[in-house]
């Protein structure tokens, strides 16, 4: 593999754009809910991020946290239609909550209790 492969398999693409952590989601086929809790070069599994190299840490609960690709993630929000996040005002969730749905798609957005 020359030094351009190798380099451009560690850059993350540039539209990638890594969601922040407090974001409140809900696992897509496992339907576990929890927080994001940072990335993790150590995966599990067939699915990654779009870096090609990480997945998510979901906090589920102490000391519980559980990995997933970004695909595998729906995104709760609350019925105002922002995204809920930990410890975070309404202005700051309405600029995520914008900034998250120019990039993913309505039906990655669900209502969380």
Do not use: C
Request: aromatic share 8%.
């Amino acid at each position: 593999m020359s030094n351009d492969e190798k380099r451009e398999r560690a850059t993350p693409p540039r539209e990638w754009r890594r969601i922040p952590n407090g974001i409140k989601v809900r696992h897509r086929l496992e339907g576990y809910d929890g927080t994001i809790d940072g990335l993790t070069e150590i995966v599990q599994g067939l699915g990654r991020n779009p870096d090609g190299r990480t997945q998510y840490r979901v906090d589920v609960g102490q000391p519980e946290r559980r990995l997933a690709a970004e695909g595998d993630l729906l995104f709760i929000a609350s019925s105002d239609g922002l995204v809920m996040i930990d410890k975070a005002n309404s202005e700051y969730r309405g600029y995520v909550t914008e900034q998250l749905r120019g990039i993913f798609a309505d039906d990655r957005f669900v209502v969380g209790a």
